[in-house]
């Protein structure tokens, strides 16, 4: 028999989505018939006994908007032994018997030592990265891809008007998916990733002088945050090529924001699919989204998966952009 009594945290850095994932665990759980508290600020809460308990109406209005009505945080403490046997103390004290953490890698790391001390976890992806290898598609991608390729627009006006160069590093860590589905979304001349080496004189200097030369006079190029040092890069291509050059390292406004519907849409797919793993009595599992399906995978199977970068699309980027 499964879980009666069921918490939801958000973990990690923020997506927009969460809420919509949030909102979807405390409906399903209490549509199952289940009692479900919300813990506040990642496990930190499960550490100092910061949780309140959910009703219907506990998350109205908050699939629309952008971060975490749960707050979220990263937890040193929480990544010792004696952290998670004092979370998993407290969930026992409190009747916890699941826990759905809805994060990234990290949060499921905590989700899968959570596990090993009895407090039966689920993971739900959540981050703007889209780095987690066992899935498809991360809560708040969409929406982060979109606000990148808005503020890359506006950067482009400026950028054509001085006939300049913009250097544009968005975020990801170390994965390079939201510099791939960006750059081609905004028609960039290239797009450099951390998944595959790049050749300064050759992807940048030589196809910059190649676009000049069928009449191009300004020219986008956006960078991985996990390819780093932006700045410095933009300055080597102004001294290469002396074309006035500029950076924009976009940052936390990519992780804010309303979310688009995909993300809405595909959070609540996802947080119901989570309460319907406790409510069949399973655990240490990770939901994913293969194709358009909602599907689940053992936790710790997931984390050891290699992740995939679609190196195909990468060379398509790359006839695109000239
Ligand atoms: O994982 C989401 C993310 O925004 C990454 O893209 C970025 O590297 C990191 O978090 C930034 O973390 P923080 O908000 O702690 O600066």
Redesign the pocket.
């Known amino acids: 028999m499964g879980a009666k009594t069921i918490a939801v945290l958000t973990s ?2 923020d ?1 927009p989505g969460m809420n919509a994932a949030v909102r979807a665990v405390v409906r399903s759980a209490i549509s199952f018939g289940m009692s479900v508290y919300g813990v506040m600020r990642g496990y930190n809460g499960l550490l100092n006994g910061d949780i309140k308990e959910m009703n219907m109406r506990s998350v109205s209005d908050i699939i629309q908007h952008g971060g975490t009505s749960l707050f979220t945080a ?1 937890s040193p403490e929480f990544n010792t032994n004696e952290g998670v046997q004092k979370a998993a103390d407290f969930c026992r004290a409190k009747g916890i018997e699941g826990v759905v953490v809805i994060g ?1 890698d990290g949060s499921f790391r905590g989700a899968r030592d959570l596990c090993g001390a009895g407090i039966p976890c689920i993971g739900v992806p959540g ?3 889209n780095d987690i290898a066992c899935t498809d598609y991360t809560i708040g991608y969409d929406t982060a891809l979109n606000t990148a390729m808005e503020m890359i627009d506006r950067i482009r006006d400026t950028t054509e008007s001085h006939d300049r160069c913009s250097v544009v590093e968005v ?3 170390r994965c390079g998916d939201i510099a791939l589905h960006t750059g081609i979304a905004v028609g960039a001349m290239a797009t450099l990733v951390p998944e595959v080496p790049y050749d300064f004189q050759r992807d940048i200097v030589d196809r910059m002088k190649a676009a000049q030369q069928t009449g191009k006079r300004h020219y986008i190029i956006v960078v991985a ?1 996990g390819v780093g040092h932006t700045q410095e890069l933009t300055e080597r291509i102004q001294a290469a090529t002396g074309i006035e050059s500029r950076a924009t390292v976009l940052g ?1 406004v ?2 804010g924001g309303s979310p688009t519907l995909r993300d809405r849409v595909v959070a609540s797919r996802m947080g119901y699919h989570a309460v319907e793993l406790l409510y069949n009595g399973a655990s240490n599992r990770v939901v994913a989204l293969k194709g358009e399906q909602v599907v689940d995978f053992d936790i710790t199977e997931a984390l050891n998966m290699p992740r995939i970068f679609d190196e195909n699309l990468y060379r398509v980027s790359a006839r695109l952009s000239i």
């Open positions: 990690g850095g997506a990263r990234g981050t703007i990265d975020m990801g860590r945050e936390h990519q992780r």
